[in-house]
T-cell receptor, first 117, second 114 residues
């Protein structure tokens, strides 16, 4: 399977614990995005990587959230001191940059569903 | 503030009919607009992209229109099938800084009945 993969698919944790999610993008894709989706809503942008550089972070991404993409391949999203409000589906997407000002298609992974008790 | 609105109520139609979903937006001038399909517990799947200078795009049974004056996109599925039942998301994007940040609507759930 050459699509975007995410691990784990489901995570249940207690409030105050730290969690880390992993995303493996499509191999030739240099762009990687993280989104968060709550029930009945569309995905909300969290952060964007071009290769290993994190170029934008949403205001939704509080200080408890950190994302990395150390070698420009896979990415991790860590949430420290989880809160019940962090319960959501965390989606990763990847794309490849082409010519400037040309729209890219983002390919999404299956998501990691986080439940904070 | 930027706002994207999609039909919040589920759309129920009979198999074989045409489903039409609406996406309206305000305070935004997107370079292009995309439609995604999302099944329960899965990530969104890209369907179609239409640019601001295009009026209509087709792909098999799917058709998208984009009216930048009305700030509206319509998404049509002709000859609908029960397998088309899913949530359909509209996403707007502006190309800024060399990349594309998508802003999604809440989605419209489509149910096609046999």
């Amino acid at each position: 399977d050459t699509g975007v993969s995410q691990d784990p698919r489901h995570k249940i944790t207690k409030r105050g614990q730290n969690v880390t999610f992993r995303c493996d993008p499509i191999s030739e894709h240099n762009r990687l995005y993280w989104y968060r989706q709550t029930l009945g809503q569309g995905p909300e942008f969290l952060t964007y990587f071009q290769n290993e550089a994190q170029l934008e972070k949403s205001r939704l991404l509080s200080d408890r959230f950190s994302a990395e993409r150390p070698k420009g391949s896979f990415s991790t999203l860590e949430i420290q001191r989880t809160e019940q409000g962090d319960s959501a589906m965390y989606l990763c997407a990847s794309s490849t940059s082409g010519r400037a000002l040309v729209a890219d298609t983002q390919y999404f992974g299956p998501g990691t569903r986080l439940t904070v008790l | 503030s930027q706002k994207i609105e999609q039909n919040s109520e589920a759309l129920n139609i009979q198999e074989g009919k045409t489903a039409t979903l609406t996406c309206n937006y305000t305070n935004y001038s997107p370079a292009y607009l995309q439609w995604y399909r999302q099944d329960p517990g899965r990530g969104p799947v890209f369907l179609l992209l239409i640019r601001e200078n295009e009026k209509e795009k087709r792909k098999e049974r799917l058709k998208v229109t984009f009216d930048t004056t009305l700030k509206q996109s319509l998404f049509h599925i002709t000859a609908s099938q029960p397998a088309d039942s899913a949530t359909y998301l509209c996403a707007l994007a502006a190309i800024s800084g060399g990349y594309n940040k998508l802003i999604f609507g809440a989605g419209t759930r489509l149910a096609v009945h046999p």
